[in-house]
């Protein structure tokens, strides 16, 4: 982002354009770079002089304002001195007041009674004295991160974020909502989704429009949000493809400003998001302890957007279901204020063939009204039950294994002499549960694993009492049979266990 004395834009038929930087302002880039390169070890005030130099010779001065502070950024600018000047102002002024300095001999003679002082030279101390001075600071480094090229990509992203410092509301369309959503979370702002069928963009940023604003918004029209307008401008820009349209407050006057994938706004360095990021300590606290049991749902944070009659509602999470293209999307309630909790009810009603689960704070009361919207409400009290959402998923996913047994042929026979239940219910796309009622007329369920009779009985030829039993294990590895404890027990066997480093074999 840029000094808002900075900015360009053009007021021209009553809108708010960004005059961004073009091609034909890389050389101005290269000699803004150049000039900060060319002043390493001398005074701000000189590389302020060369600046004021290029503007003089530039068409706008603005611009190059706005290029140099940019590098600026990028630059370090250190006190030169011998002595630190505020030690020397002080030694100086004492030594003045006992002279009492009216001439420039006085001034002299203090200068030197406040060297000896210290003890420095009377010239090393008259350089120190204003070295801390902005103007004569000295540039030690600069390393800018960009090239000519680079430098007026983010000059013109920053320009954007500039222009966005007095907004009041944007309005944005992306190929990438999901994205979008979780930065607006993360910057506390407000938003909603709004479909639009009729619009007639061709590319994946023109079915949904979501518009932001600030939580005051609601009581009056604010420009205290602009900065964070401007942050969010970062991964709106980092999608393929999107529109921005913005009311910016004009100095009292309401204009429209409006950008898109087509405009030079890109973020070259943007570093992609990898924290899940959560509403809230509930949220947070169900997908940890969710995530630590070993079910046949996946867990989702913010899935697609749902269609809400002419909105869009996104759930606070999805469970996916791993045997098959299932889903139940879960939203979490908690106590907001009434007008959140309506327009939550009214989202809710407006779904259609929808499979949700809502976790609803008992304080809110609303249950019986989720209920009559055909959506299970789950309530909690200070944090939801993991035990209740998985009951429920239980029931979704025993009519799933109903539904997928009843696609199974009622025998099945394998080709392998020995094969896993979970290894033969992923090739069939089901749970194992699903082969529970399925008919193996060439194989054995032993344990969870068939295995033709044959083999079941060239492994017992071969096993003797006490034998080792890490020679048993890896007698039914070459056999494809991983659960040796089954078979053996199948086969009559037991295990004698010598300590933690393994057992023999014996007849049980």
Do not use: C
Request: hydrophobic share 40%.
């Amino acid at each position: 982002m840029l000094r808002k004395e900075f900015l360009r834009v053009s007021r021209a038929g009553g809108g708010y354009h960004p005059q961004f930087a073009e091609r034909s302002d890389r050389p101005l880039a290269a000699r803004v770079i150049g000039t900060f390169q060319g002043h390493v070890g001398e005074p701000r005030g000189d590389l302020e002089d060369a600046l004021t130099d290029l503007e003089r010779e530039s068409d706008d001065y603005k611009l190059v304002r706005g290029l140099a502070a940019l590098v600026e950024r990028e630059a370090t600018f250190e006190t030169a001195a011998p002595i630190d000047p505020e030690r020397a102002r002080r030694a100086a002024f004492e030594a003045a007041e006992a002279v009492g300095v009216v001439s420039e001999e006085e001034r002299a003679m203090a200068l030197v009674r406040a060297g000896e002082s210290l003890p420095v030279s009377a010239d090393d101390l008259e350089r120190s004295l204003y070295a801390d001075l902005e103007e004569r600071q000295v540039l030690t480094v600069v390393e800018p991160r960009w090239d000519p090229d680079g430098l007026l990509a983010q000059y013109n992203l920053s320009l954007a974020q500039t222009a966005l410092f007095d907004a009041t509301e944007l309005r944005v369309r992306s190929s990438d909502p999901k994205a979008l959503v979780s930065a607006i979370k993360r910057l506390r702002l407000m938003y909603e989704i709004r479909r639009d069928d009729s619009s007639k963009g061709n590319d994946a940023a023109s079915d949904r429009e979501i518009v932001v604003t600030g939580p005051t918004r609601l009581f009056r029209s604010t420009r205290r949000y602009g900065t964070r307008f401007a942050r969010l401008l970062r991964t709106v820009a980092s999608a393929e493809a999107w529109h921005l349209e913005a009311t910016i407050d004009d100095r009292g006057t309401e204009r429209t400003l409006s950008l898109s994938h087509e405009d030079p706004v890109e973020v070259p360095d943007a570093e992609p998001v990898t924290d899940v990021s959560f509403d809230s300590g509930v949220e947070a606290d169900f997908a940890a302890r969710f995530e630590d049991l070993d079910l046949d749902w996946e867990l989702i944070r913010e899935p697609e957007p749902l269609a809400a009659g002419t909105r869009v509602m996104i759930p606070d999470f999805a469970f996916e279901y791993a045997h098959g293209e299932f889903r139940v999307y879960f939203e979490i309630m908690g106590f907001w204020t009434p007008e959140y909790v309506e327009k939550k009810l009214g989202q809710l009603e407006a779904l259609e063939d929808v499979d949700m689960l809502v976790a609803v704070d008992e304080s809110l009361g609303v249950g019986e009204e989720i209920a009559a919207r055909d959506h299970r409400a789950i309530p909690y009290s200070g944090s939801v039950r993991v035990k209740d959402v998985v009951d429920a998923l239980r029931e979704y996913e025993r009519d799933l294994v109903a539904e997928s047994a009843a696609r199974l042929p009622d025998e099945l026979i394998p080709e392998d002499d020995a094969v896993g239940l979970e290894e033969l219910a992923d090739r069939h796309g089901v749970s194992a549960d699903a082969l529970g009622e399925t008919a193996f007329p060439e194989h054995e369920r032993v344990g969870r694993t068939l295995i033709r009779p044959a083999v079941l009985e060239e492994v017992d030829a071969e096993i003797e009492p006490g034998t080792d039993l890490a020679a048993v294990e890896s007698l039914l590895a070459e056999r494809g049979i991983g659960d040796s404890s089954a078979v053996l027990s199948h086969l009559g066997y037991r295990v004698e266990w010598e300590g933690l480093s393994g057992g023999t074999v014996r007849e049980r």
